[in-house]
């Protein structure tokens, strides 16, 4: 956890190197392959690895631990390079598994560091959050610090602050992967209407098949390591309406598990 006045950086796709995409495309990874050096000796996180993302598509990657879904999302945030193959995304901010909210910091402040590191005031970063916590549920806590709200409320201030990075392109990495059972379901339900009202292009990756078919547009399985898509798969029920219980959602979470290899 960063020490109280640590100079703190935003993680989000360097501005400096846009990469060209096709018109309809705002993600586009072909063939990537990405290698680790270690003490151990090389360890390839991704082989051939692809996946396409149009204009405001939420593509959910679902895959075994150690698949490389992590390198995946840095991969297209900017903040690895790929050994081989083509990454061209729009510019992307990543919300890492961690809220890593500033334990010094009110949910407002917490909210518009994103503001804060592209120059903004305290109080021009307030104004801009302030509406933005009311409509995510949180307009009595906006002076509240991070220990005195439930991982449920964190984790909606840590999407605020990647949303508040102006991105296209939002990767969400197991953004509710702490979260137990219960508000996990809330939250995704929470997410999912969201997107409906402020549709942004969304790379999220998870371990939860169901919550991949309750989010997602398109789901992506991944191989184990060294990761590639071995699946596609799209639902086409309308988003935010989506319940667990609907036999088309069952039927797609069996096609998802069985290409993941999980018997039933």
């Known amino acids: 956890m960063p020490a109280k006045g640590a100079r703190v950086e935003m993680i989000e796709a360097p501005p400096e190197e846009p990469r060209e995409l096709k018109a309809q495309d705002a993600v586009h990874v072909e063939l990537v392959s ?29 895959g ?51 503001l804060r590191a592209r120059g903004a005031s305290r109080e021009d ?51 509710f992967a702490s979260l137990d059972a219960i508000t996990r379901q809330d939250m995704q339900g929470w997410l999912a209407h969201v997107l409906v009202a402020e549709p942004r292009t969304v790379i999220l990756v998870t371990h939860d098949v169901e919550e991949a078919v309750v989010l997602g547009d398109r789901v992506i399985i991944m191989s184990p390591r060294p ?9 086409t029920l309308p988003r935010g309406a989506r319940r667990r219980t609907d036999p088309a959602v069952v039927e797609l979470r069996e096609r998802a598990l069985a290409a993941l290899g999980v018997q039933p």
């Open 34 to 62: 990405r290698t680790f050096r270690t003490k151990r000796g090389p360890i390839q996180a991704l082989a051939g690895m692809s996946l396409r993302a149009a204009a405001h598509e939420v593509v959910v990657v679902v």
């Open 64 to 114: 075994p631990s150690g698949c490389g879904k992590t390198t995946l999302l840095e991969l297209i945030c900017g903040l690895q390079r790929p050994d081989s193959g083509t990454v061209r995304a729009a510019p992307a901010a990543l919300m890492p598994q961690r809220d890593l909210l500033l334990p010094w910091l009110s949910a407002i402040d917490n909210a518009g560091l994103a």
């Open 125 to 175: 970063a307030r104004r801009a959050a302030g509406p933005w916590l009311e409509r995510f549920g949180l307009e009595r806590f906006e002076r509240t610090r991070p220990a005195e709200l439930s991982g449920g409320m964190r984790q909606r201030v840590s999407f605020l602050r990647t949303l508040l990075a102006g991105k296209p392109v939002l990767a969400l990495d197991e953004p």
């Open 227 to 235: 990761g590639r898509t071995v699946s596609e798969i799209d639902v």
